[in-house]
């Protein structure tokens, strides 16, 4: 049955619907579909703030929400990754930053799922909720980046995702370090 302790849930549920067609869009020649893939991917990413918000507000945290909703974060953000690298919009030197990205998400889900049946908690900073935010712009921005005759967006969306791997360099080497304790 559906109720309000449901709703993260859905918007997890959601976010991992939305990937197939953000990919789909992605994949089109079709400039209009780069646009419904950033609207599907926008829904997605507020989906993301959202479930975690309301989750925490109401506490109705579940055992789904805790597993699932970071397995949807990091599938959408790897899949939008691989994408882009596919149709050239990240290339060269830019790869670098996206796969320091891509390493950090699989090595948090592997701590997270570590820990996931115990009654420990990894602790997680404010910058890396910026980290998320400058990500998850820059990756909206470089899904149009064709749609623009200038290269500005492009360039834009590539700086963002090297600030994005800086600063997740950073908040890794944070993370690690508050979380060490765990590990004895």
Not at 54 to 81: H, Q, T
Not at 135 to 142: A, H, I, N, P, R
Request: aromatic share 16%.
């Amino acid at each position: 049955m559906f109720s309000k302790n449901n709703i993260p849930n859905f918007l997890t549920f959601l976010r991992i619907l939305l990937i197939p067609g953000i990919i789909i869009c992605m994949e089109s020649e079709t400039i209009n579909h780069h646009w419904v893939a950033l609207l599907f991917y926008i829904i997605a990413c507020f989906s993301d703030f959202l479930d975690g918000f309301l989750a925490r507000k109401f506490e109705i945290e579940s055992n789904f929400g805790r597993f699932f909703d970071p397995i949807a974060d990091k599938i959408l953000v790897v899949a939008v990754i691989f994408m882009l690298v596919v149709h050239n919009k990240i290339d060269g030197f830019f790869i670098y930053p996206a796969l320091i990205i891509i390493l950090r998400e699989i090595l948090v889900s592997g701590l997270r799922d570590f820990f996931f049946n115990t009654k420990e908690t990894l602790l997680v900073t404010k910058l890396s909720k910026w980290k998320t935010v400058i990500q998850m712009t820059s990756l909206g921005f470089l899904i149009v980046a064709d749609n623009f005759s200038t290269m500005l967006i492009l360039h834009i969306g590539c700086i963002g995702l090297t600030i994005a791997s800086i600063l997740t360099i950073y908040t890794g080497y944070i993370y690690f370090r508050k979380n060490l304790k765990l590990f004895k």
